[in-house]
């Protein structure tokens, strides 16, 4: 079986401030994680994913994500928000079918 | 453009009623994903789809039916809809490739009356 909880259902932070949206897993073997970004009435598109041996991982529009294995997290940073960075976050595991999170809205404020 | 198409955008339907939501990609992709989007649930998977005529259940997939007859087009037919049906449904596509990111669609909104 293979999950992922987004703990928090929001985040509020100021432009300019570091932005994390966080994410712990749940999956037997290799963890293939992903994050991607809903803007309103768009479909989901796809930031970045883990590949094996890199802690830190770097994708679109400047985000990185974070993975942790003894803490099974893999946690979404950008060190400067931008307003335009306001959206949905998901967080998923999976190879070929992935399990989403339940998402987190995220709201960066002028 | 290539891409994934995703028709209606918007539909409503009544109680009991047959829709059909339909799906084309463009790249060839040999793995399609039907998901639900509620409030709180996050996405959930209704069907996917390995291949042309080749289908399997994901984590909510009763009272729907899918078919893959040709690799582009992944339809995804609610036999009687019931008000629980009413959401947002995103299909996707994706190389089949493990670790190769899903491709996703713009979404029908549904609503059932």
């Known amino acids: 079986a293979q999950s992922v909880a987004q703990p928090e259902d929001q985040v509020n932070v100021a432009e300019g401030n570091p932005l994390t949206v966080k994410c712990t897993y749940s999956v037997s073997g290799n963890p293939y994680l992903f994050w991607y970004v809903q803007y309103p009435n768009r479909g989901l598109q796809f930031l970045l994913k883990y590949i094996t041996g890199d802690n830190l991982v770097k994708g679109s529009y400047g985000f990185e994500a974070e993975f942790n294995k003894s803490q099974t997290s893999f946690h979404l940073k950008k060190p400067s928000a931008l307003v335009s960075d306001s959206a949905l976050y998901f967080c998923?595991?999976?190879?070929?079918?992935?399990?989403f999170g339940a998402g987190t809205t995220v709201t960066v404020r002028a | 453009d290539a891409g994934i198409t995703q028709s209606p955008r918007y539909k409503i339907t009544e109680t009991g009623r047959q829709v059909t939501l339909m799906c084309h990609q463009t790249?060839?992709?040999?793995?399609m994903f039907w998901y639900r989007q509620d409030l709180g649930h996050g996405l959930r998977l209704i069907y996917y789809s390995a291949a042309a005529d080749i289908t399997d259940k994901g984590e909510v997939p009763d009272g729907y039916v899918v078919s893959r007859s040709k690799t582009e087009n992944f339809p995804l037919t609610l036999e009687s809809a019931t008000r629980s049906q009413t959401s947002v449904y995103f299909c996707?596509?994706?190389?089949?490739?493990?670790?190769?990111?899903?491709?996703f669609g713009n979404g029908t909104r549904l609503t059932v009356t």
């Open positions: 790249w060839s992709h040999s793995y």
């Open positions: 996707a596509s994706s190389e089949g490739i493990k670790n190769s990111p899903l491709h």
């Open positions: 998923a595991v999976g190879d070929y079918k992935l399990s």
